[in-house]
């Protein structure tokens, strides 16, 4: 039975913090933690199986606050049920160096699972958790032993659900049938610039129906609704949305109901106004119940039995089942192992492929070498050269799979990723085309942020692509993923730069982006691959070293141009060093020495070959620099007719040089 006095208790403790946090901020999100107490009272209270002292226990419950700007919300509750967030960090609500950011950001030890706050985006991870859960049941449950059987809970708010992400993310849910995923829609009717009748009149309840989704519509201020929704939902054979109907800004005399309540603080005068009619102290300020605590304290006791039960299964799974044991070992050991890095090193791989297609081997071997491996692609395995031959695809009936398929959903086949990385059982791995990325970048932001080693396999690199034109054709796509913090881009010229990309990939605590090309690629034998994780390389050095005319730096399939170029302009007693440069990232971490080695001061003109825009380059070659590059759209023609239509020949790069040094001179 719930105890009614308490979880009004609770809620109150949650909306008194939240008021009083972010009045002294003046800044921050009122609405939905007043309207959404009384739904995590209950779920924290009663449903979702946790131990904070324990926060990244395997089997834990999930907690998504997809809704980052109520974030006041999920620190009060985490609060309260003694994670590691102290009132003093309640206290200093969006101030620098406070855990208590403005929208949540993932620290495991802290009860927050992801970060979240670009809206949908939460939802779409909490369905990649939801399908990390069913694969590793699958993988790791028996008979005789239930490892893993959690949930996946996640609060959605009306600007949720208008986000596209939602619509993708949500159909592969229901078609994948994930009745681990629990969602809760807090329907209050307004968004920041309004009601949600001026821009939001769906039929919610059934959209969700279509994608095979159960619902359940209730009163979020009515305890006994939410916990017999919860209760239903959990013995659901469909993932469910629970529709919760609240008013947005519960209890303020003046603002509930509005958009006023959303995104504004309160106030003294109407934080009391509120604080007196729901029967919070007005003092002091940051008041918790002791029966709360004393609730909460209790709460923690019962879920350390739960882990103790928990640990005892884990022992007895082990002993009963080695090799289940040692797959759990393999799906928590995050980084490449040493034989593994020589297995990739030593691949046998066809010569003179596209490098698509080399990264397509490097993948074949990587899932046979590892379990954690899971590939996906938007609709386009078979182009960009991501399925695992040796695994079948993921569906409703069978989660042992390894391979997923994303459908045209570039977005939430992105943030999916996000959670499957979040899982921290599964190395996710996702492929569309590069002019595709744009769909994707603010789910890679999320990751890069985080952290999270997701790679991206982008392909169909540039223009020379040829006939599918301009729409498809990248151009300002490589300067874009290189503008992202933390995210590692390679564009590798051969097999050894594709080997030496996937290695070092695997050895990030980052996300990485591997740019490769549709067209064959020629192996160079100046290429390495252990170098790549350097970013920039000399592959040819300059005949006089101590007075070096031209050094080419140059990136995946224009790189043997390059070496192409050199060769000529030596035959003409011009000095020329040509650099691979596949991660301008890693290169950017590199000591000063080397890096000074690479662009040495001996260089007299530097001559960029990329056929992508020259936006970023010039930090390395500088302004007069020349730039054989893209700074237009492309054209639709075979991509041999492409590469003489912009200047991507060795006699039309010569001619350039040799105009612009005349220039310069």
């Known amino acids: 039975m719930i105890n009614f006095n308490i979880l009004k208790k609770t809620s109150n403790s949650i909306r008194g913090l939240s008021i009083d946090a972010i009045n002294k901020a003046n800044s921050g999100h009122p609405g939905l933690p007043l309207g959404c107490a009384d739904l995590i009272s209950v779920l924290f209270g009663y449903h979702l199986n946790y131990f904070s002292k324990k926060p990244n226990w395997l089997n834990r419950d999930k907690f998504i606050l997809s809704a980052g700007h109520g974030s006041m919300l999920q620190y009060s509750i985490l609060h309260l049920a003694q994670y590691d967030i102290s009132l003093d960090d309640i206290k200093n609500f969006r101030q620098l160096n406070y855990f208590t950011a403005g929208h949540p950001e993932k620290e495991i030890k802290k009860g927050v699972e992801t970060t979240t706050g670009p809206l949908g985006q939460g939802l779409a991870q909490a369905v990649g958790l939801a399908i990390a859960e069913k694969k590793s049941k699958s993988d790791l449950n028996t008979k005789e032993h239930t490892l893993i059987d959690h949930s996946i809970y996640c609060l959605v708010g009306d600007g949720c659900l208008m986000e596209g992400i939602s619509s993708e993310a949500c159909s592969l849910a229901g078609h994948l049938n994930c009745d681990n995923l629990i969602v809760i829609y807090d329907k209050n009717n307004i968004c920041l610039d309004g009601p949600t009748d001026e821009c939001f009149t769906e039929d919610v309840e059934l959209r969700f129906k279509s994608y095979n989704w159960e619902v359940i519509s209730i009163n979020g201020h009515d305890y006994n609704e ?62 918790v119940d002791p029966e709360v605590t004393t609730f909460f304290s209790n709460k923690t006791k019962e879920s350390e039995t739960n882990y103790s039960q928990w640990t005892t299964t884990l022992k007895n799974w082990s002993t009963s089942y080695p090799e289940k044991a040692q797959l759990l070992n393999e799906l928590q050991t995050s980084h490449l192992s040493k034989p593994n890095k020589t297995a990739i090193k030593t691949l046998t791989i066809k010569p003179n492929l596209a490098t698509r297609a080399s990264s397509s081997a490097v993948i074949q071997e990587l899932a046979s070498l590892s379990a954690r491996i899971i590939g996906g692609s938007a609709d386009l395995s078979c182009s960009d050269s991501t399925f695992i031959k040796s695994s079948g695809i993921i569906t409703k009936d069978d989660f042992t799979q390894n391979n997923i398929k994303y459908g045209v959903r570039e977005f939430a086949m992105a943030s999916i990723a996000t959670g499957l990385s979040l899982s921290t059982l599964y190395q996710p791995f996702i492929g569309t085309f590069l002019t595709f990325s744009d769909y994707m970048k603010n789910a890679i932001r999320l990751s890069a942020l985080m952290s999270l080693p997701v790679i991206y396999q982008f392909t169909h690199d540039s223009i020379l692509l040829g006939e599918d034109g301009p729409t498809h054709q990248p ?78 730096l140059s990136t995946g399939s224009e790189l043997n ?30 000591e000063d020495n080397y890096k000074n080695t690479i662009l040495s001061k001996n260089i007299k003109h530097f001559v960029v070959i990329e056929a992508q825009s020259s936006f970023g380059w ?31 020949s060795p006699e039309a790069i010569i001619k350039k040089i040799k105009s612009n040094l005349v220039l310069i001179s």
């Open 475 to 552: 151009v300002e796509h490589l300067a874009s993923l290189r503008s992202i913090p933390n995210l590692n881009v390679y564009r590798p010229a051969d097999t050894n730069e594709v080997k030496g990309a996937w290695i070092d990939a695997l050895s990030s605590n980052s996300p990485s982006a591997l740019i490769l090309s549709r067209q064959s690629c020629k192996d160079l034998d100046e290429t390495n691959i252990d170098n790549v994780s350097r970013g920039a390389y000399i592959v040819k050095n300059a005949s006089n070293e101590n007075s070096i005319d031209i050094a080419i």
């Open 226 to 287: 939410i916990n017999n929704a919860l209760i239903k939902a959990k013995q659901a054979t469909k993932p469910v949305l629970i529709i919760a109907k609240t008013p947005i800004g519960y209890g303020s005399p003046n603002r509930s109901g509005s958009s006023e309540a959303h995104g504004k603080a309160l106030g003294e005068e109407e934080g009391n106004l509120t604080k007196e009619k729901l029967g919070i102290p007005l003092s002091p300020k940051f008041f």
């Open 561 to 590: 141009l390059g070496l192409d170029v050199a060769k000529k302009l030596e035959k003409e007693n011009i000095s020329t060093q040509v650099v691979s440069f596949p991660s301008w990232e890693k290169f950017d971490t590199q």
């Open 618 to 648: 010039h930090k390395y070659a500088g302004n007069e620099a020349t730039f054989v590059t893209v700074e237009s759209f492309g054209l639709s023609a075979p991509g041999n007719v492409i590469a003489e239509e912009f200047g991507f």
